[in-house]
């Protein structure tokens, strides 16, 4: 299944989740998601409950994500991790960069 990307902006939350495969078919989504962190203190919350595969695109999509956050002064979490995808991001030492939860 082809990735899709979906936001959805609660007052100071901003949620964005991953369904199907995380890779750089959804380059231009996620980008356009990162795109809406605009105010500072923001707590980004990337849902990763329906994702399925991800790859070194989408592990670059993650890092670009976090120097949007420090430019905003904002908060990431990473929720909802399968087992698989969980694999990956803990061979790539991203529980150094995020909480993942």
Not at 20 to 40: L, M, P, V, W
Not at 83 to 92: A, C, I
């Amino acid at each position: 299944m082809d990735g899709v990307v979906t936001v959805t902006l609660s007052g100071r939350e901003l949620k964005i989740s991953i369904r199907g495969r995380f890779n750089f078919d959804t380059y231009s989504q996620f980008h356009e998601a990162c795109g809406r962190i605009s105010s500072k203190n923001l707590r980004v919350i990337v849902d990763l409950s329906d994702t399925e595969y991800i790859d070194s695109a989408g592990l670059g999509m993650l890092i670009f994500l976090r120097s949007q956050i420090d430019i905003h002064e904002s908060y990431i979490e990473i929720v909802n991790v399968a087992p698989d995808v969980r694999k990956v991001l803990e061979n790539s030492n991203f529980q150094r960069l995020f909480k993942i939860s």
